[in-house]
């Protein structure tokens, strides 16, 4: 959820200081605040709060909260906002609710986050419309219900909010809240998309490579990947070393397929760890290469991902980048066949019916050769 940290003009005129004079102070107040001088715009501002200026309040809330000439304090920064939203400032709602729900300053509260999103989204905050469909959507503070946030990420997208807008695309694809519509959702990743947003561009490029709502397209599809893998986006940074593997909308590349993959995997991108693998094991000469494949596959595997269990397991039973250890071969196959992958429960099997680290066992091996056919 975002944070406002936008300085507030003007506001609520305070009874005993004439209008013009606190407009005065407030503008002094806003050019200290800019030439970093803010012991002076904090004295000011604190002058034209207690007096009943809203906007005053509001600053005072953010420069308590993020530390502009006094020590960052929460709780602080929390009554200020919350006598800012009391006399109707938006921004403060908006800000409060972010407290309310992180917990910041003030104890959490998503119920009533919910309601101060909701009062700072009909007062024309776009982003507070958009957390309050993110609650929506989760079930949080509010009743589940996929049709309301439908209705709160398309008020904040029709503002062109770009979150709402990949939000409002992502119902569109899923059906959820609304009919099942790709061109919609097309249409709505793609407004976020132009505008820089990765999560839309890789949800485009998903569209473009599945011709979902648009025509199949590789070459699209790459594109939008890598407009996101190039913000660091983990999920095209995968997918677009599976497009330079494959030679999808681009020339096959193994070189920089694993480029990409590592750029997933060192971002934890579990996928991206096991195609990292998958490539070096592909294509690697080196130890160093064996080395790092092997790391790969381990992290994969730790990470539950069923394909890299079964082939660490059989790099144990090779020797291949590990010694040789059919134990740690019987191990990992046992995850992966756990999990129910049909390869694993052969390889598991041939260990039982050659004796490769198990007492040898026919019957043992034969029940998993008939659950994996």
Same mark, same amino acid.
């Given at each position: ?19 013009? *004079?606190?407009?005065? =102070? ?32 509001? @600053? ?39 407290? #309310? ?23 024309? =905050?776009?982003?507070?419309? @958009? @957390? ?19 209705? %709160? ?8 909010? =770009? ?46 490579? @599945? ?12 594109? %939008?990947?890598? #407009? ?31 480029? %990409? ?46 394909? *890299? ?38 390889? #598991? ?6 004796? /490769? ?13 008939? /659950?994996?056919?």
């Amino acid at each position: 959820m975002l944070a406002m940290a936008v300085l507030a003009t003007g506001g609520g005129m305070a009874a005993s200081v004439p209008a013009v *004079a606190q407009q005065d =102070i407030a503008t002094e107040a806003g050019q200290a605040f800019r030439k970093r001088q803010f012991a002076k715009a904090l004295k000011l501002y604190e002058k034209l709060a207690e007096q009943g200026d809203v906007s005053a309040q509001f @600053n005072l809330g953010l420069m308590y909260e993020f530390g502009y000439g006094v020590p960052a304090d929460d709780i602080t920064a929390a009554r200020w906002y919350r006598r800012a939203a009391d006399a109707g400032s938006p921004q403060a709602m908006f800000n409060l609710a972010n407290m #309310l729900v992180q917990g910041r300053g003030v104890e959490q509260n998503f119920a009533e986050a919910a309601a101060l999103y909701k009062r700072a989204a009909h007062l024309d =905050i776009p982003e507070a419309a @958009n @957390n309050l469909g993110n609650m929506y959507l989760e079930g949080i503070g509010v009743d589940q219900d996929d049709a309301e946030a439908v209705y %709160w990420y398309r008020l904040a997208a029709e503002k062109e909010h =770009i979150q709402a807008e990949n939000n409002l695309g992502l119902m569109y694809e899923l059906g959820r809240g609304v009919r099942q519509d790709y061109k919609e959702a097309a249409r709505w990743y793609r407004k976020s998309a132009e505008a820089g947003f990765a999560e839309a561009q890789f949800n485009l490029g998903n569209l473009y490579l @599945n011709g979902h709502g648009v025509p199949q397209d590789d070459r699209e599809a790459f594109r %939008w990947y890598e #407009l996101a893998a190039k913000q660091g986006l983990a999920d095209a940074q995968n997918n677009l070393g599976v497009l330079y593997e494959e030679g999808r909308g681009v020339k096959p590349d193994p070189a920089a397929a694993i480029v %990409w993959y590592r750029k997933a995997a060192e971002q934890g991108h579990v996928n991206g760890m096991y195609n990292l693998a998958l490539a070096l094991e592909r294509n690697g000469v080196s130890e160093e290469e064996d080395a790092e494949m092997v790391h790969w596959y381990r992290r994969a595997a730790e990470a539950g991902h069923r394909d *890299a269990q079964n082939n660490l397991g059989l790099l144990f039973e090779k020797g291949r980048g590990v010694p040789r250890d059919y134990e740690q071969a019987r191990l990992w196959y046992e995850r992966a066949a756990g999990q129910g992958l049909t390869a694993a429960m052969v390889n #598991l099997g041939s260990l039982y019916m050659e004796g /490769r680290g198990v007492p040898k066992d026919r019957a043992r091996a034969l029940m998993l050769y008939k /659950r994996a056919a």
